[in-house]
């Protein structure tokens, strides 16, 4: 059974502190697996798409790399509006579209 | 990258009755999908909507409670039908573009 596990659960950081999160995944066959932030009452913001094991994508304080069993996102002296649930998700090649999530890891940075 | 608004943003209902959500996207899609988040828990997906066609459920989601509407490649309609306190979450709507899924801001449903 396709699976993603995301850890930790939660995290605090103090700010500037820099820490990375992991999701770790079980497919089949990948097509693409993707980052995305949560604010609380809004919907999943779009950070990352990565499709192949040693592909790294980076914005602002963010980078994201992808190995075969699974992604880690690196979050660069972070500020308090980095606070969020980051959701890691998988999408398999055999059912193109449909996206498995991760139960995500909320982030809270002081100042 | 797509924007996607979704009406209402929010709604409080009695046990029984039904709501339509709407998704309307600002370019032309093909694949929309609907998502559910229940309180405390990540996003599971309900179904897929095509332009066209009957929309495919996941396991789990049937027709006669989600059913799903596609008229064309920018609008979709989710309703969630005699809904119970179960029903409370919050329903999502994505697209695919380029390669890349997109969310609206979500809509917050409360049954009591």
Not at chain 1, 49 to 70: D, I, P, Q, V
Not at chain 2, 64 to 92: A, C, G, H, Q, W
Request: hydrophobic share 30%; proline share 5%; aromatic share 10%.
């Amino acid at each position: 059974e396709d699976q993603v596990t995301q850890s930790p659960e939660a995290l605090r950081l103090q700010e500037g502190e820099s820490s990375s999160l992991n999701c770790s995944y079980t497919v089949s066959g990948l097509r693409g697996l993707f980052w995305y932030r949560q604010d609380p009452g809004k919907g999943p913001e779009f950070l990352f798409t990565l499709y192949s094991a040693g592909e790294e994508k980076e914005k602002e304080r963010l980078k994201a790399t992808l190995t075969k069993k699974e992604s880690f996102l690196h979050i660069t002296a972070p500020k308090p509006e980095d606070s969020a649930t980051y959701l890691c998700a998988v999408q398999e090649a055999k059912s193109s579209y449909k996206l498995i999530f991760g139960s995500g890891t909320r982030l809270l940075v002081r100042p | 990258s797509a924007v996607i608004s979704q009406k209402p943003s929010r709604d409080i209902c009695q046990r029984g009755t039904s709501l339509t959500i709407q998704c309307q996207v600002d370019s032309q899609v093909t694949m929309m999908f609907w998502y559910r988040q229940q309180p405390g828990q990540s996003l599971t997906l309900i179904a897929t909507a095509n332009q066209g066609s009957e929309a495919t459920y996941e396991s789990g989601f049937v027709i006669d409670k989600f059913p799903i509407s596609r008229p064309n490649l920018t609008f979709s309609t989710l309703t969630v039908s005699n809904m119970s306190p179960e029903d409370s979450s919050i329903y999502l709507c994505s697209v695919e573009d380029t390669r890349e899924q997109y969310f609206g801001p979500g809509t917050r449903l409360t049954v009591t």
